[in-house]
Each structure stands twice: as C-alpha cells, then as structure tokens.
C-alpha cells in the first residue's frame, strides 16, 4: 500500500504521548478520532497512564500488541526523534511528527531534522511541523487541529494539500461554515520525506476527490510536481494551488536583461500553465475555485447570463465577469421573445442583466426563466442573484436552481448578495456553487472556462543528435561566439566579421555589401554595449576605421579588456524580441520570450516557459504578450514570420537542453522577426558558462 494511503486509510493508530485531558493538545488527537467516528484501533503510548480515554495504554512503542500502521507523534522535538526510531523498530508502517523546531528553526534544527530522518529509516514520516491530516471521507482524523471540534464537517470532493499547518484548519472551518464538501486534508509541513508531489500522485488515484486545493510554500522537487499535476490532468482532476512569497529578489544577482525579466514568480506562474495548474490569485479563490470545479460541470464557452432582482448587484458580477474574460451579451431574439413571452409583472426580461422583480415573484415563474435560459444558445452559464428580499423567502431561488440542475450540463453559480450564509450553505450543500463576492464568481467562472479547454499541441520533433558543445570554454563568450552557438543550433544569425584591430574592421566592411554596417566593440567583459557607447548604427564602410577609434575612446573609461570589434550587415525592419534563458535555483531552466531592444526591461512584455519545451508551448507564449500583436499584421503592417520564430523559440530551448546545467545565462536581444518569408536574425546575444 502506497504511504499517503496507509496515512489516510489506518486500521490502527499509535499515539505517541497521548494525554487523557482532551483540553489538552495532546489530548485532543484520541479525543478528535472518536468523535468523529474512527472504527480501527487505537493504541495510546505514555508510560504514566495506564488508560485513556477508556484504552489500554501502552509505556512505548515496542509494547504495542501489533505494529501500527500510523503512529501519531505528539512529543517535543528531541523526544520526536526517539519515538520515530521505537516507531520504525516496531515495524510501524509511517509516523506523523507534528513537532516543531526542526529545519525551520536554523542549524540546529536541520541537525535534528537530518536526526529524525535517519531514526526513521524505511518508515514513511509526513512532517515534521505538520498539523496532521483528516480523511473526512471515511471519518478519520489524524490531527490536532481545533477545526475538528466542529461537529457538522461535510464529506466532499475538494482535496486540500498544504505546506502550513494553520491554513489546512483555515480551510476545514471556513469550507464547513459554507458547507463546502471536502475530502481528504493533508498538512506536509517541513517534509523530511513525504512531500506535495507523494500526495499529489495518490490523489490523482483518488476515487473520492475531484479536485486538488493546494497551499504552497516552494516545491522540493519540481520535476516530480510537474509529472504528478500532469498526471492529475491526463485523468481530468483540477488542481487549483495558491502559492504564497511573491518576493522578486533573486532577480538582482542577474546580469542579463532575461534574468531580471524572469522573476521568481513568473517561473511558477510558468510551471502551473504548463502542468495544467490553476493558479488562485487570493487565498479565498482556494476554495471557491474548486468548489465551482467540483460540480463538474464544464463552461463550453464565455458567455453568462446574470439573473437578478438588484441592479447594483448585477453590475458587481457584470463588471467582475468582464475582467475575468467573461462577457455578459444581450440576449438573442429568440431568447428574449420567450422570455418576453413569460410576461412577469414588472420584470425586464429582453436584456442582460434580466432584472426579475422578486415582489409577489412564485419559484415555478422564477424557473421558467432559468429553464428558458439554460435551452438557449446565447448562454453558457447562468449566475442566479440572491437580493435582500430572499432572506425571508431561501426558496425563491434555491429551489428553482435545485430543480433546472438534473436536466442541463450549464454551469449555474449563485450569488448571495446579502450576509445570508445560511442560504450560501444550503445551496452548497446540494452542489450548487454559491458565493458572497461577485468577484468569486468571476474567478470560479473563468477556471471553469480553461478547464474546459483542449490542452492539445504538437510536440517539437526531435532532431536525430544535438550538435557537440564540449568544446565550448567557460565563463562569458563574447557576441561573437555567443552567435556562432546560436547557429550551431540552427538559429540564424547576422552576417558579421569579428576584427581585431579598426584596420581589419575597416577591410572587412565592404564584404557585407557595401552599404552601411553597424559598428560594436567586442569584448566578453560587456554585457550591455549601449550603456557605454559601444554601438554605432549606419556607419559608411569608408568612415569604419575613424568610427573604430572613436569606439575605443569611448570605452576606454571603463577599464574593460577590448577584444577587436564587431562589423555586421544593418538589418532594416521587421520587429525586435528578446529570447533569454534563466535557471531558477528552486523552479529550475527555463525559456524567456517578450519585447526586445534596449527596453525590454522598461516595458516588461514577457512570457515563461519552463523547459522541455514544446511546439504549442512556443506558440502559446507569442500569443501570451501584448507585442505579440505586432507579429500578426497589427493595423496594416506586414505579417511576420511567426513559424521562424517559433523555430527559433524551439532550437533555442534545444541548446538549453544541450548544455544542461553548464548554462547559467543565455540571451539574445534583440531576435528581429522579418516578414513572412524572410526568417529570423539574431543580432546581438550573450552566453554564460560554467
């Protein structure tokens, strides 16, 4: 049996340091698994009782009748260590360590954390500094949490997976305060071994579950993350994660314009795109997000129609749905003559909103409407609005609701304008969604429209070998042989010589056509030529050597080693990008596209990708950015060549791969997408080696 398994589906649980006051933390895990209705055994560890609870007690663990198949650790750090290591001689099968000081608590604690895994040895341990977990499926909670006291927890389809502690209770009380069914809750805490990946890959098993709700700090092994949320997608499970320390800092140690661009940030908003994540943009979108996921019921396009007896209140969800990417039409001619047909008294029933006077209103008169609605082809979802009138009558629109829901796949969400919980937790506990905010029901809305999406893509072919780079030297390569990489690649590049004095530059001028050529000083030591002067545009091939000159003097100041210079072909329009490559020291390698040139950074206009990559990943990011536009023939310039940019995306990415963790930094800026037809050119670029 897989751990998470074991640790949600126990025929016996150790508790190790159990107390017999149940106002006691200690007290409180035996106290929790009777309550709420655990049927296997229970074997409390402390040697100054000799009972608790009405069980026999046990002094330690290799005095137990039977190695258990979870043992519940509730001692102090120190303690912990010993009580994992009488756990796995007894041949306990996993162990929850609920302690703190361990790695989160500086040297000393890693010391002990390194301690407690090495005493557990084959044993599974979730924690340490872990809340536990709950199976409210099947009645068995393995936790100290003070959520549990609440007697009214509903069994559900929303599994919740956090790295804190606290939240895992936040969820469990605020998703029983709205009735809100959830399934399993597992608290990984510091994760000595059992991580969100080990859970993530159970639940994508798990009959009882639906959707995953995650609560992430960081992520251990992200290549294992990625497969396992990929997995969950293959297998139509929705994972929903919110993912606290949006800190941008690590973005200052970069020395290209790609690694300040490529936060750590945007690196997991990349990683959750690719695996087919949603990504919860607050922390109350944790739950309402998958509680909309959870009635299964798939949002074909981006169409709602909003059903309201307030004015102010359909204008909240409007205008919430509009920024969400949700519009809000008017109703077809069709539509709105039946529902002109109903003649209700004072309701205005040809436009949307469809403002439905509650005043004298009957549920049968109130379901023509939403049955009207869900048969017509202007609509692909209905959002029922709770005014202050149905206070006094729940029913007005809960039971019409409960009524359409058998007979259509439409999404239908409600919202309560009121403080009138008792309605949202009715109506969620039949599984119609139902929220206090306008703004939830835009963003469960707009989840449920990208997860009704096809994820389909052409993957890139393979080519039959990557080119050798084991010649390549470490450290900074100049422009030059930063582009003579490029090329080995298949990305092409301008026509250039590399000179190393102004008269070889000089000479070499006329073979790039004889028209003007730009001018630069090369040197591994500059990254960014502009800042210093060390570019210079339109030079006549006759006035080469003199601008060389003026190239050295300008950069002289700076004390860098000058290598020769720089004399390339003058590219004439087309539209300049940026293609860079970063290496999260957590997320990990991956691909940068977005508006290039001197303001690239200015603007920001970017998108992440991490690697592999693949050919519908390139293309979804030229779709991403606003600069995007210019590449599709924006008001009447000429289409460019989109496909070799995207061959370019894809054999930049391949020499990611090739070099693998030799390449700290990669960019080329600016990458000009010509016409269609006429390719790609990298002009400028920089590799960083190790």
């Known amino acids: 049996m897989n751990p998470i398994s074991r640790l949600l589906h126990p025929q016996s649980v150790a508790v190790v340091g159990a107390s017999s006051?149940?106002?006691?933390?200690?007290?409180?895990?035996?106290?929790?698994?009777?309550?709420?209705?655990?049927?296997?055994?229970?074997?409390?560890?402390?040697?100054?009782?000799?009972?608790?609870?009405?069980?026999?007690?046990?002094?330690?663990?290799?005095?137990?009748?039977?190695?258990?198949?979870?043992?519940?650790?509730?001692?102090?750090?120190?303690?912990?260590?010993?009580?994992?290591?009488?756990?796995?001689?007894?041949?306990?099968?996993?162990?929850?360590?609920?302690?703190?000081?361990?790695?989160?608590?500086?040297?000393?604690?890693?010391?002990?954390?390194?301690?407690?895994?090495?005493?557990?040895?084959?044993?599974?341990?979730?924690?340490?500094?872990?809340?536990?977990?709950?199976?409210?499926?099947?009645?068995?909670?393995?936790?100290?949490?003070?959520?549990?006291?609440?007697?009214?927890?509903?069994?559900?389809?929303?599994?919740?997976?956090?790295?804190?502690?606290?939240?895992?209770?936040?969820?469990?009380?605020?998703?029983?305060?709205?009735?809100?069914?959830?399934?399993?809750?597992?608290?990984?805490?510091?994760?000595?071994?059992?991580?969100?990946?080990?859970?993530?890959?159970?639940?994508?098993?798990?009959?009882?579950?639906?959707?995953?709700?995650?609560?992430?700090?960081?992520?251990?092994?992200?290549?294992?993350?990625?497969?396992?949320?990929?997995?969950?997608?293959?297998?139509?499970?929705?994972?929903?994660?919110?993912?606290?320390?949006?800190?941008?800092?690590?973005?200052?140690?970069?020395?290209?314009?790609?690694?300040?661009?490529?936060?750590?940030?945007?690196?997991?908003?990349?990683?959750?795109?690719?695996?087919?994540?949603?990504?919860?943009?607050?922390?109350?979108?944790?739950?309402?997000?998958?509680?909309?996921?959870?009635?299964?019921?798939?949002?074909?396009?981006?169409?709602?129609?909003?059903?309201?007896?307030?004015?102010?209140?359909?204008?909240?969800?409007?205008?919430?749905?509009?920024l969400a990417g949700v519009d809000a039409p008017q109703p077809d001619a069709a539509t709105a003559a039946r529902l002109t047909a109903l003649d209700i008294k004072d309701a205005t029933l040809d436009r949307n909103p469809i403002d439905v006077t509650l005043a004298g209103l009957r549920p049968d008169l109130f379901k023509s409407v939403l049955d009207t609605l869900i048969a017509s082809e202007s609509y692909d979802a209905i959002v029922m609005i709770v005014g202050s009138s149905g206070i006094a009558r729940p029913d007005l629109v809960a039971k019409p609701v409960l009524e359409a829901l058998p007979g259509s796949s439409k999404p239908i969400l409600v919202y309560v304008s009121p403080e009138a919980p008792n309605i949202i937790k009715h109506l969620n506990r039949q599984g119609v969604p139902a929220y206090s905010a306008p703004e939830a029901c835009a963003a469960a809305l707009a989840a449920m429209r990208r997860m009704s999406q096809p994820r389909a893509g052409t993957a890139a072919p393979a080519p039959a070998a990557l080119p050798q780079v084991a010649d390549l030297r470490a450290g900074p390569l100049n422009e030059a042989e930063s582009k003579a990489v490029f090329a080995r690649f298949g990305i092409p590049v301008v026509k250039e010589f590399a000179a190393a004095t102004a008269a070889d530059a000089a000479a070499a001028a006329p073979k790039l056509g004889g028209g003007p050529v730009a001018l630069k000083i090369l040197s591994r030591e500059v990254v960014h030529k502009t800042e210093i002067g060390g570019v210079l545009l339109n030079v006549a091939p006759a006035d080469v050597e003199q601008r060389c000159a003026e190239l050295q003097r300008a950069a002289s100041p700076s004390g860098f080693k000058l290598e020769g210079f720089l004399v390339q072909e003058m590219i004439r329009g087309g539209i300049e990008m940026i293609l860079g490559f970063h290496r999260d020291p957590q997320v990990g390698p991956a691909v940068l596209l977005g508006h290039g040139g001197i303001t690239a950074e200015v603007f920001g206009d970017t998108a992440v990708r991490l690697l592999p990559l693949e050919e519908r990943d390139a293309r979804a990011m030229i779709d991403e950015i606003k600069s995007g536009e210019l590449l599709k023939g924006f008001r009447g310039r000429p289409l460019a060549d989109v496909d070799a940019l995207v061959a370019a995306i894809l054999a930049f990415a391949r020499m990611a791969d090739a070099l693998g963790d030799r390449l700290i930094e990669a960019e080329i800026n600016p990458l000009i997408v010509r016409p269609a037809g006429d390719g790609v050119r990298a002009v400028d670029g920089l590799i960083l080696l190790r």
Not at 41 to 65: F, H, V
Not at 315 to 320: E, G
């Open 21 to 322: 006051d149940p106002d006691k933390l200690t007290g409180r895990p035996i106290a929790y698994l009777q309550k709420h209705g655990f049927a296997g055994r229970i074997y409390p560890i402390n040697p100054r009782a000799p009972q608790i609870a009405g069980l026999t007690c046990y002094p330690d663990a290799k005095s137990l009748p039977s190695p258990p198949d979870v043992g519940l650790v509730l001692l102090g750090a120190e303690q912990a260590i010993d009580a994992v290591r009488q756990l796995a001689e007894a041949g306990a099968k996993t162990a929850i360590v609920l302690a703190s000081g361990f790695g989160e608590a500086g040297a000393e604690g890693q010391r002990r954390q390194a301690a407690l895994k090495a005493a557990a040895g084959r044993m599974r341990v979730l924690g340490p500094n872990t809340i536990g977990l709950v199976n409210l499926t099947d009645r068995i909670t393995l936790s100290v949490s003070g959520a549990l006291e609440i007697d009214d927890l509903v069994p559900g389809r929303i599994a919740v997976v956090s790295q804190s502690g606290g939240i895992l209770g936040s969820l469990l009380s605020r998703a029983a305060g709205r009735g809100i069914g959830l399934s399993r809750l597992i608290a990984t805490g510091n994760e000595v071994d059992l991580e969100v990946a080990d859970c993530l890959d159970h639940l994508v098993e798990d009959d009882a579950t639906s959707v995953i709700a995650l609560y992430l700090e960081g992520l251990r092994n992200v290549a294992r993350f990625r497969a396992a949320a990929e997995r969950a997608a293959a297998a139509g499970k929705h994972i929903v994660a919110f993912k606290v320390g949006r800190s941008e800092a690590g973005m200052r140690s970069a020395i290209s314009h790609t690694g300040a661009l490529a936060g750590a940030d945007r690196m997991y908003d990349a990683l959750f795109r690719q695996a087919g994540v949603i990504r919860a943009a607050t922390f109350a979108d944790l739950l309402d997000v998958p509680q909309a996921l959870a009635a299964r019921r798939a949002l074909r396009g981006h169409r709602v129609a909003i059903v309201t007896s307030t004015g102010g209140a359909a204008t909240l969800v409007a205008d919430a749905c509009g």
